[in-house]
């Protein structure tokens, strides 16, 4: 696996982390997580990422390199022409209304 030096300064590399950070559904469904420089998928692959700015990245994988950059819908379009989708955290549940609520409300 090759790693490419992006030679962005820490504030930069932070900065890319922040836009890249979380979960991504590629265009076969299976869903894949950025963190920390490293992308990880189904079945426990991990990858290492490169930022080349706070909106581009790049990973190697079978000697192949994959250059990404975030859309203005902040997708990731790959060199490859796929494009990855953020997928919304859950929500979570809202609390149950105390008892005294629950009885005002019916």
Do not use: K
Not at 8 to 14: D, F, K, M, Q, V
Not at 50 to 79: A, K, Q, R
Request: aromatic fraction near 10%.
């Amino acid at each position: 696996m090759a790693f490419r030096s992006s030679g962005l300064s820490p504030g930069e590399r932070a900065q890319a982390e922040a836009a890249f950070r979380g979960d991504w559904e590629d265009d076969e469904g299976s869903v894949v997580t950025f963190r920390d420089g490293t992308m990880s998928g189904p079945g426990g692959t991990y990858l290492d990422l490169t930022y080349l700015s706070p909106t581009e990245c790049t990973f190697t994988m079978d000697e192949t390199i994959f250059d990404g950059h975030l859309d203005d819908g902040g997708n990731v379009v790959w060199s490859d022409g796929c494009v990855w989708v953020r997928t919304a955290p859950q929500a979570p549940a809202a609390p149950p209304a105390p008892p005294q609520q629950q009885q005002q409300q019916q």
